[in-house]
Protein backbone atom coordinates (compact mmCIF):
# COMPACT_ATOMS: atom_id res chain seq x y z
CA UNK A 1 0.00 0.00 0.00
CA UNK A 2 1.17 3.44 -0.97
CA UNK A 3 2.05 5.95 2.05
CA UNK A 4 3.08 8.80 3.05
CA UNK A 5 4.23 9.28 6.76
CA UNK A 6 5.02 13.04 8.52
CA UNK A 7 6.55 13.48 11.53
CA UNK A 8 6.14 15.32 14.02
CA UNK A 9 2.57 15.12 13.73
CA UNK A 10 2.81 18.85 15.53
CA UNK A 11 5.47 21.00 16.98
CA UNK A 12 5.70 24.13 18.99
CA UNK A 13 8.70 26.39 18.78
CA UNK A 14 9.67 29.67 19.65
CA UNK A 15 10.61 32.26 17.54
CA UNK A 16 14.41 32.01 16.21
CA UNK A 17 14.59 28.76 16.63
CA UNK A 18 15.00 26.29 13.53
CA UNK A 19 12.81 23.11 12.76
CA UNK A 20 12.86 20.10 10.87
CA UNK A 21 10.21 18.56 9.40
CA UNK A 22 10.57 14.88 8.31
CA UNK A 23 8.11 13.10 5.23
CA UNK A 24 8.51 9.59 4.67
CA UNK A 25 7.35 7.21 1.82
CA UNK A 26 6.67 4.25 0.20
CA UNK A 27 4.93 4.42 -3.25
CA UNK A 28 5.16 3.10 -6.05
CA UNK A 29 6.57 4.51 -9.96
CA UNK A 30 8.12 7.66 -7.94
CA UNK A 31 7.91 10.63 -9.87
CA UNK A 32 8.30 13.46 -7.53
CA UNK A 33 8.11 15.08 -3.85
CA UNK A 34 6.23 18.25 -2.97
CA UNK A 35 6.09 20.21 -0.07
CA UNK A 36 2.86 22.42 0.61
CA UNK A 37 2.37 24.93 3.39
CA UNK A 38 -1.72 25.10 4.20
CA UNK A 39 -2.91 28.05 6.51
CA UNK A 40 -6.22 28.45 7.38
CA UNK A 41 -7.11 27.88 3.90
CA UNK A 42 -5.43 26.52 0.68
CA UNK A 43 -2.54 24.30 0.66
CA UNK A 44 -0.09 26.84 -1.44
CA UNK A 45 3.23 25.35 -3.12
CA UNK A 46 6.73 25.59 -1.65
CA UNK A 47 8.78 22.97 -3.30
CA UNK A 48 8.93 20.37 -5.49
CA UNK A 49 12.30 17.72 -5.56
CA UNK A 50 12.61 14.78 -7.67
CA UNK A 51 16.42 14.13 -7.35
CA UNK A 52 18.31 12.96 -4.48
CA UNK A 53 21.14 15.05 -2.63
CA UNK A 54 19.93 18.52 -4.61
CA UNK A 55 19.15 21.09 -1.84
CA UNK A 56 15.90 23.29 -2.87
CA UNK A 57 15.68 26.68 -1.16
CA UNK A 58 13.32 29.74 -0.62
CA UNK A 59 14.70 32.57 1.95
CA UNK A 60 14.43 30.65 5.40
CA UNK A 61 12.95 27.25 3.89
CA UNK A 62 15.12 24.41 2.15
CA UNK A 63 14.14 21.49 1.55
CA UNK A 64 16.31 17.55 0.53
CA UNK A 65 15.34 14.36 -1.33
CA UNK A 66 17.03 11.01 -0.33
CA UNK A 67 15.35 8.65 -2.72
CA UNK A 68 17.71 5.50 -1.53
CA UNK A 69 15.79 6.30 1.88
CA UNK A 70 13.06 7.63 0.38
CA UNK A 71 12.81 10.18 2.99
CA UNK A 72 12.99 14.29 2.35
CA UNK A 73 13.10 16.63 4.97
CA UNK A 74 12.12 20.74 5.27
CA UNK A 75 14.06 22.97 7.23
CA UNK A 76 13.11 26.26 8.60
CA UNK A 77 15.50 28.40 9.94
CA UNK A 78 15.03 31.45 12.17
CA UNK A 79 11.25 30.64 12.38
CA UNK A 80 8.95 33.63 12.80
CA UNK A 81 5.33 33.55 13.32
CA UNK A 82 4.12 33.71 10.07
CA UNK A 83 5.19 30.37 9.45
CA UNK A 84 2.71 28.87 12.01
CA UNK A 85 1.11 26.49 9.19
CA UNK A 86 0.59 23.12 8.90
CA UNK A 87 3.56 21.28 6.46
CA UNK A 88 2.08 18.80 4.32
CA UNK A 89 4.50 16.07 2.14
CA UNK A 90 2.98 14.85 -1.17
CA UNK A 91 4.12 12.25 -3.57
CA UNK A 92 3.35 11.59 -7.21
CA UNK A 93 3.33 7.59 -7.58
CA UNK A 94 2.27 6.99 -11.50
CA UNK A 95 -0.44 9.41 -11.51
CA UNK A 96 -1.71 9.70 -8.38
CA UNK A 97 -0.32 12.39 -5.51
CA UNK A 98 -1.04 10.62 -2.06
CA UNK A 99 -0.17 12.81 1.04
CA UNK A 100 1.08 12.78 4.17
CA UNK A 101 -1.08 13.72 7.05
CA UNK A 102 1.10 16.74 8.06
CA UNK A 103 2.65 18.49 10.73
CA UNK A 104 0.95 21.04 12.85
CA UNK A 105 3.77 23.77 13.75
CA UNK A 106 3.16 26.66 16.07
CA UNK A 107 5.69 29.69 16.43
CA UNK A 108 5.42 31.56 19.70
CA UNK A 109 6.48 35.03 19.86
CA UNK B 1 -5.46 36.06 -12.30
CA UNK B 2 -4.26 32.32 -12.70
CA UNK B 3 -6.49 30.30 -10.32
CA UNK B 4 -8.76 27.49 -9.70
CA UNK B 5 -12.54 28.53 -8.18
CA UNK B 6 -14.60 26.44 -6.11
CA UNK B 7 -17.94 26.79 -5.33
CA UNK B 8 -19.83 27.06 -2.86
CA UNK B 9 -17.53 27.50 -0.12
CA UNK B 10 -19.85 26.80 2.83
CA UNK B 11 -22.43 24.59 2.24
CA UNK B 12 -25.07 22.76 4.82
CA UNK B 13 -27.20 20.18 2.93
CA UNK B 14 -29.48 16.86 4.15
CA UNK B 15 -28.86 13.57 4.16
CA UNK B 16 -29.70 12.31 0.79
CA UNK B 17 -30.50 15.74 -1.71
CA UNK B 18 -27.83 15.74 -4.31
CA UNK B 19 -25.41 18.27 -4.51
CA UNK B 20 -23.04 19.20 -6.64
CA UNK B 21 -19.63 21.32 -6.07
CA UNK B 22 -18.46 23.14 -9.35
CA UNK B 23 -14.52 23.48 -10.17
CA UNK B 24 -13.00 25.44 -12.23
CA UNK B 25 -9.47 26.77 -13.52
CA UNK B 26 -8.21 29.07 -15.62
CA UNK B 27 -4.55 27.78 -17.04
CA UNK B 28 -5.81 25.26 -19.44
CA UNK B 29 -3.83 22.45 -17.00
CA UNK B 30 -4.74 19.43 -18.07
CA UNK B 31 -4.51 17.46 -14.56
CA UNK B 32 -7.51 18.18 -12.35
CA UNK B 33 -8.03 16.47 -8.76
CA UNK B 34 -10.61 16.05 -5.80
CA UNK B 35 -9.34 15.95 -2.56
CA UNK B 36 -11.53 15.99 1.06
CA UNK B 37 -9.60 16.49 4.39
CA UNK B 38 -10.37 15.36 7.18
CA UNK B 39 -8.60 15.93 10.60
CA UNK B 40 -6.33 13.40 11.40
CA UNK B 41 -6.21 11.70 7.67
CA UNK B 42 -5.11 14.33 6.13
CA UNK B 43 -5.91 15.31 2.43
CA UNK B 44 -7.16 12.11 0.28
CA UNK B 45 -7.96 11.71 -3.36
CA UNK B 46 -11.26 11.35 -4.65
CA UNK B 47 -11.38 11.44 -8.33
CA UNK B 48 -8.61 12.52 -10.55
CA UNK B 49 -8.49 13.55 -14.15
CA UNK B 50 -5.76 13.59 -16.71
CA UNK B 51 -7.80 15.33 -19.59
CA UNK B 52 -11.02 15.71 -21.11
CA UNK B 53 -13.48 12.88 -20.94
CA UNK B 54 -10.22 10.81 -19.01
CA UNK B 55 -11.40 10.65 -15.01
CA UNK B 56 -9.58 7.78 -12.81
CA UNK B 57 -10.91 6.61 -8.57
CA UNK B 58 -8.17 8.10 -6.24
CA UNK B 59 -8.43 6.67 -3.02
CA UNK B 60 -11.62 7.47 -1.46
CA UNK B 61 -14.21 7.34 -4.73
CA UNK B 62 -17.47 5.82 -2.64
CA UNK B 63 -20.30 7.81 -2.84
CA UNK B 64 -18.94 9.86 -5.38
CA UNK B 65 -18.91 10.66 -9.03
CA UNK B 66 -17.41 13.34 -11.45
CA UNK B 67 -17.05 14.40 -15.51
CA UNK B 68 -14.85 16.28 -16.74
CA UNK B 69 -16.82 17.59 -20.39
CA UNK B 70 -14.69 20.28 -20.70
CA UNK B 71 -10.91 21.02 -19.80
CA UNK B 72 -11.72 23.69 -17.79
CA UNK B 73 -14.79 22.28 -15.41
CA UNK B 74 -14.42 19.38 -13.21
CA UNK B 75 -17.37 19.23 -10.94
CA UNK B 76 -17.93 16.77 -8.37
CA UNK B 77 -21.22 15.24 -7.20
CA UNK B 78 -22.94 13.51 -4.43
CA UNK B 79 -25.85 11.87 -5.60
CA UNK B 80 -26.96 10.79 -2.01
CA UNK B 81 -25.05 12.65 0.60
CA UNK B 82 -24.49 10.75 3.66
CA UNK B 83 -23.07 12.19 7.12
CA UNK B 84 -19.54 10.41 6.76
CA UNK B 85 -19.08 13.09 3.50
CA UNK B 86 -19.51 16.21 6.10
CA UNK B 87 -15.52 17.27 5.41
CA UNK B 88 -13.32 19.68 4.07
CA UNK B 89 -12.81 19.57 -0.37
CA UNK B 90 -10.59 20.77 -2.66
CA UNK B 91 -10.31 21.08 -6.08
CA UNK B 92 -6.29 21.20 -7.46
CA UNK B 93 -5.14 21.37 -10.85
CA UNK B 94 -2.17 21.44 -12.94
CA UNK B 95 -0.11 20.88 -15.89
CA UNK B 96 0.89 17.15 -17.32
CA UNK B 97 0.15 14.57 -15.27
CA UNK B 98 0.73 16.68 -12.09
CA UNK B 99 4.49 16.02 -11.58
CA UNK B 100 5.17 19.87 -11.47
CA UNK B 101 2.97 20.38 -8.44
CA UNK B 102 -0.92 21.19 -7.71
CA UNK B 103 -2.68 24.76 -7.72
CA UNK B 104 -5.43 24.23 -5.02
CA UNK B 105 -8.76 25.87 -4.86
CA UNK B 106 -9.64 27.82 -1.74
CA UNK B 107 -12.13 25.11 -0.40
CA UNK B 108 -15.36 24.17 -0.10
CA UNK B 109 -16.81 22.98 3.80
CA UNK B 110 -19.78 20.80 3.35
CA UNK B 111 -22.05 19.72 6.21
CA UNK B 112 -24.23 16.99 5.95
CA UNK B 113 -27.00 16.69 8.39
Known amino acids: EDKVVQSPLSLVVHEGDTVTLNCSYE??????LLWYKQEKKAPTFLFML????IEKKSGRLSSILDKKELFSILNITATQTGDSAIYLC?????????FGTGTSLTVIP | EAQVTQNPRYLITVTGKKLTVTCSQN?????MSWYRQDPGLGLRQIYY???????DKGDVPEGYKVSRKEKRNFPLILESPSPNQTSLYFC???FGTGVSGYTFGSGTRLTVV
Open chain 2, 92 to 94: ASS
Open chain 1, 27 to 32: VTNFRS
Open chain 1, 50 to 53: TSSG
Open chain 1, 90 to 98: AVLGGNQFY
Open chain 2, 27 to 31: MNHEY
Open chain 2, 49 to 55: SMNVEVT
